[in-house]
Each structure stands twice: as structure tokens, then as C-alpha cells.
């Protein structure tokens, strides 16, 4: 069987150029190095170096071993991060923005049971619909939705394969009917989003090469209130699934169109440098987009 020391033994040789070398930097016996490397060549059946008195070179076989050794010990090392870092209690305050109708409905539970798993963290949340200015606001981290117009912010993804879709509530298909295509949406009363004097009334379907003008009798600045009309059956929607899963699994929306694919909105974890992507913002995103995956396990 092989043994993890003895692949170390060889990569630090190997680095080296010198079995000396490499048994100092391990803190052992040039003779136990020796018989690390001969134990490693008993096992794989190899000639990993060949040797002179002078002289230590890889051979061809070696350099090739050389790069899955080097990364099985570049593994092996994460993992023993990984456990000493998860022996340390978690712990500090973090303070995080996100957008109202996922943060509600969707974020906040997963938190929550964050919170639970990790006591001694503490949340702050700021829930708005406004992109948050992480340079000029008191906040740590941002879920966001979509593409990152700012190049220089580190983004971690939690909800990558996220897309739109067009919901409706079965009383307002019973009163209306359900469009056929994405043309007859033009007779539909259509729920948009508003923001800062713009209103989204244009809604893509990059995969279908479509861009549809919509109308309706209704607009809000808050996702989550459109999401509220739709279930109250005040029209159609076109929101992201991670929005409405809650609402579709208990019936309360329909899907429709389910050919059509709509636009995609990956959620992602944000913060504004790598240097504040510390052990907690790990387990935060791991964690989250362990909720995530889960929900598309279960057909979500």
C-alpha cells in the first residue's frame, strides 16, 4: 500500500535535487529517506531516480509520477488545513446584503439554520432590492443575482445554474388562460420590476433569441411584492425559480412555458477583496450552496 510520507519523501527529493536536502527538510535521517523512496519504488514497480555517487536525476517515469505526487500532497495538505481550521471555533459578526424576495423566503431560512450550526457567529442583514455599494456601505458580504458589472470583486458562487421563469397562479390561468408562446404574453397582464425610474418591461429569452415587450396594470421597486401579486393571481410574473420554488412546489404558482429557458441569474456570494475570504465566508458559501444543491435534488 502506499503511504503518504513516503510521496512526500520523493516530491521534497525530487524539489531538492538531493535526498539530504530533503530528509532536513522533513526533519528525519537521510537513511529513513532512503528507505521511504526504496519502499515507493517496491510499491509502484518504478524506477523513480536514477542515482551516482554524485549525482541524484528523475527518470522518465519519475517526472511523470512527479505530477500526480505532487498533487495527492497538495491535497493532502488542504485537508489537514481544512481540519485544523475546523477545530477552531467559528465565530465573529457578519454583516451581509442581499435582495428582498430570496432574502425573505429563501435566505433567511437557510441562515437561520446556519446560525444555529455556528452560535457564535453573528448576522446583520440589510434587505433591499438596490445593489449594495460594498465600497461606501457597512457591509461585508453581498448575495447578488446575475453577472458582476465590477471586475474587481471576488464572487463565489452559491446558485450558479439559477434561471428565470415565467409563473402564474391557477386562479389567474382559470380567468386568463396560459399564454401558448412567448408572442401572446403581449395579452397578458404582466408584473414588472421597477427600479430607480426603470422599468423592466422587457424581458429576455437569450436562448430563444427573443426580447419581449411587456405591459400591466402593476409595478414595484420590491421582488418580493411582485412575487405576492402573482400568487394573489393579479397576473404573470417572470422571476428567478430560486424566488418561487416554495411557491410552486405547494401549488400556489404554475410554471409556464416550461420549453422556454429563461434568463440566467446565477447567485453568488460577494465581497469586495480575497482577504476577507476568511474560514467563516468558506463555511457561509459552502454551506449555502449546499442548501442549494440540495433543493435541486429535490426537483426544485
Given at each position: ?10 516530491v ?11 530528509a532536513?527538510?522533513?526533519?528525519i ?8 523512496l ?22 522518465a ?9 505532487r ?20 465565530a465573529?459578526?457578519?454583516k ?6 430570496v ?13 444555529a450550526?455556528y452560535?457564535?457567529i ?7 432590492d438596490?445593489?449594495?455599494d ?7 458580504l ?11 470583486l471576488?464572487?463565489?458562487?452559491i446558485?450558479?445554474?439559477n434561471?428565470?421563469a ?25 408584473l ?9 418591461d ?45 411557491d ?20 453568488q456570494?460577494?465581497c469586495m477583496?480575497?482577504?476577507?475570504v ?9 454551506f449555502?450552496r ?11
Amino acid at each position: 500500500m502506499l503511504r503518504l510520507d513516503d510521496i512526500e519523501v520523493f516530491v521534497n527529493t525530487a524539489d531538492r535535487g538531493s535526498l539530504s536536502a530533503a530528509a532536513r527538510s522533513l526533519d528525519i535521517s537521510p537513511a529513513l529517506a532512503s528507505a521511504a523512496l526504496k519502499r515507493l519504488e517496491d510499491e509502484l514497480q518504478l524506477r523513480l531516480f536514477a542515482r551516482t555517487t554524485r549525482s541524484l536525476r528523475l527518470t522518465a517515469e519519475g517526472e511523470h509520477y512527479l505530477r500526480h505526487a505532487r498533487e495527492a500532497v497538495r491535497q493532502l495538505r488542504e485537508g489537514h488545513e481544512a481540519i485544523r481550521q475546523g477545530q477552531q471555533e467559528l465565530a465573529g459578526l457578519l454583516k451581509i446584503s442581499m435582495p428582498s424576495d430570496v432574502g425573505r423566503n429563501v435566505l433567511l431560512p437557510w441562515l437561520d439554520a446556519f446560525q444555529a450550526e455556528y452560535p457564535a457567529i453573528s448576522l446583520q442583514l440589510f434587505v433591499s432590492d438596490r445593489v449594495a455599494d460594498m465600497y461606501r456601505q457597512p457591509v461585508d458580504l453581498a448575495l447578488r443575482y446575475g453577472k458582476l458589472d465590477d471586475s474587481s470583486l471576488v464572487a463565489m458562487p452559491i446558485a450558479p445554474g439559477n434561471r428565470r421563469a415565467l409563473v402564474a397562479s391557477p386562479e389567474y390561468l382559470r380567468r386568463h388562460g396560459a399564454p401558448a408562446n412567448l408572442d401572446e404574453l403581449a395579452r397578458h397582464n404582466c408584473l414588472r420590476f421597477a427600479l430607480d425610474d426603470v422599468l423592466y418591461d422587457r424581458w429576455a429569452f437569450p436562448a430563444q433569441g427573443k426580447v419581449v415587450q411587456v405591459r400591466g396594470n402593476r409595478s414595484s421597486d420590491d421582488a418580493d411584492l411582485v412575487r405576492r401579486w402573482a400568487v394573489a393571481g393579479l397576473g404573470i410574473a417572470y422571476k428567478s425559480r430560486l424566488d418561487v420554488t416554495a411557491d410552486l412546489k405547494a401549488g400556489r404558482l404554475r410554471l409556464l412555458l416550461p420549453d422556454v429557458m429563461g434568463e440566467e441569474v446565477p447567485l453568488q456570494l460577494v465581497c469586495m477583496h480575497r482577504s476577507q475570504v476568511t474560514p467563516v465566508v468558506i463555511r457561509l458559501r459552502d454551506f449555502l450552496r449546499a442548501q442549494y444543491e440540495q433543493l435541486c435534488e429535490a426537483g426544485a
